[in-house]
């Protein structure tokens, strides 16, 4: 009995049996295509049914014995198979494994026809079994190379498309080691891909890399992305500021098998927006917060203070003679003068104490946490003190004072609009009473 024709005469019976094996392994996914995989499975057969049927030379047994291809250039069946498979998602071995089946299945076949078939002796048997064997071997070395070169290009296609992206783009697996980096993040570590590969974030002293690594195994565990953003320093010294998106990758079972990210440079969005908000809150002139901050921190800061009962003081402070100055001397003095003024008051407060200005040569003070109202005037006669020293400005002396008054904050409730309208107050008492001094206010 030739193996040839009895592979064409019972084609249907063998992708019968191959379609009760695909059924348990071909990716859900690709169910609906089963037409298109038994059709490849259809060329195959044909194939191996027209390489049995050929004539062999010696060195064509030679080459099939050991799996090579004598005709590599052509695209032959086998080889449109491995391309398929990729591209239909089956795994390597899950391709390996339909020839697996195909072997059996024939091979279980035509043993069960040759018992009626008493002519044929063992040698002869044996002939149609190796060149069966090897006609195999060869589809599967053919469709495994194939498989294998089209996964290839497709993974040097898809590095070629991520490296070209500016964004940083690397995949974690599930301990948080690095599986891959493109080239804007092996530029920015200024390490060849080789050499990080291997390594979790701690390894590559990633800034904030512990909290990251928690980040990913949060996504592991919640199956869902996450945002965030983060900060990194260069070996060359350059901050930089990253949108950070972290990304499970699920395989068919719907279970985590890796961590995709992706980090977009936002330094400059960064910079504006710090930049924007810094001169929305403090006084370009001083440097010193300014009234939108100033009442922010208040408010902050009379709530804290009815939380724990620890009184504030607040103190408004007007320059006086100020006006005579910058008219004088000019406005670039008067600038001077307001900046100098500034400094002196911030070294009679603590690092932790705010002082703003509202405007103008009007200034404010909060002191928090007071022990004491005792604490506040004396913070006030040192301000009063600073402001009535010369100043010089454009090699020219400059004489002004200070009016302070001060508001404290009570254990009964008090706004930020209360302790406002008690400082100011104060201070035009102290202003009225002939300026240079400070003047301390318990009205609510």
């Known amino acids: ?5 009895f592979i064409l005469d019972n084609k249907e019976t063998i992708l019968r049996d191959w379609e009760e094996f695909a059924a348990t392994y071909v990716p859900k996914s690709k169910k609906q295509d089963r037409a298109l995989l038994r059709d490849d499975v259809h060329k195959i057969l044909d194939a191996i049914a027209a390489d049995l049927a050929g004539p062999q030379t010696a060195q064509q047994k030679i080459d099939k014995s050991k799996g090579h291809d004598d005709s590599p250039a ?17 795994s390597l071995n899950e391709t390996v494994a339909e020839y697996r089946v195909l072997r059996a299945h024939i091979t279980r076949l035509w043993q069960a026809a040759l018992k009626n078939e008493s002519h044929l002796v063992p040698n002869e048997i044996n002939e149609h079994l190796v060149r069966f064997n090897e006609a195999i071997d060869q589809a599967v070395s053919e469709s495994v190379a194939s498989y294998s070169s089209e996964k290839e290009q497709k993974w040097r296609i898809l590095d070629t498309i991520l490296s070209s992206s500016p964004d940083l783009i690397f995949i974690l697996d599930l301990d948080g080691t690095l599986v891959y980096a493109n080239r804007a993040l092996t530029g920015l570590l200024q390490r060849p891909l080789d050499t990080l590969t291997g390594k979790t974030l701690l390894d590559l002293n990633i800034t904030n890399a512990e909290e990251l690594l928690l980040q990913v195994q949060q996504v592991i565990s919640s199956k869902e992305q996450f945002h965030t953003e983060m900060s990194y ?3 060359s010294g350059r901050w930089r500021f990253y949108d950070c998106i972290f990304v499970p990758t699920l395989n068919e079972a719907g279970e985590v098998e890796a961590v995709a990210g992706t980090a977009r440079n936002i330094t ?3 910079i504006t927006e710090d930049e924007n908000w810094r001169k929305a809150n403090y006084d370009l002139l001083t440097g010193l917060p300014n009234q939108r901050l100033f009442r922010d921190r208040l408010e902050q800061d009379v709530k804290y203070a009815g939380r724990v009962g ?4 607040l103190l408004f402070i007007d320059l006086d003679r100020f006006k005579e100055t910058n008219d004088s001397l000019g406005h670039d003095a008067g600038d001077a003068l307001l900046r100098l003024a500034a400094d002196r008051i911030r070294g009679c407060v603590r690092e932790t104490d705010t002082v703003a200005r509202l405007g103008g040569d009007e200034f404010t003070v909060i002191l928090h946490d007071l022990k004491d109202s005792q604490h506040a005037e ?7 003190k600073e ?3 010369s100043f010089e400005i454009s090699k020219e002396i400059v004489h002004i004072s200070a009016s302070v008054g001060i508001a404290f904050s009570t254990n009964d409730t008090i706004t930020p609009e209360h302790l406002i309208k008690n400082a100011d107050l104060a201070m035009y008492e102290a202003k009225n009473a002939g300026s240079n001094r400070f003047v301390s206010s318990r009205q609510n």
């Open 74 to 90: 052509n695209k032959t069946a086998a080889k449109t198979h491995g391309t398929q498979r990729l591209m239909a998602g089956f």
């Open 310 to 313: 620890a009184p504030i003081a």
């Open 233 to 235: 320093t260069s070996p």
């Open 387 to 389: 402001m009535a020293n």
């Open 268 to 270: 400059e969005r960064k």
């Open 1 to 5: 009995m030739n193996l040839s024709k």
């Open 378 to 384: 004396i913070v006030a006669g040192k301000i009063v």
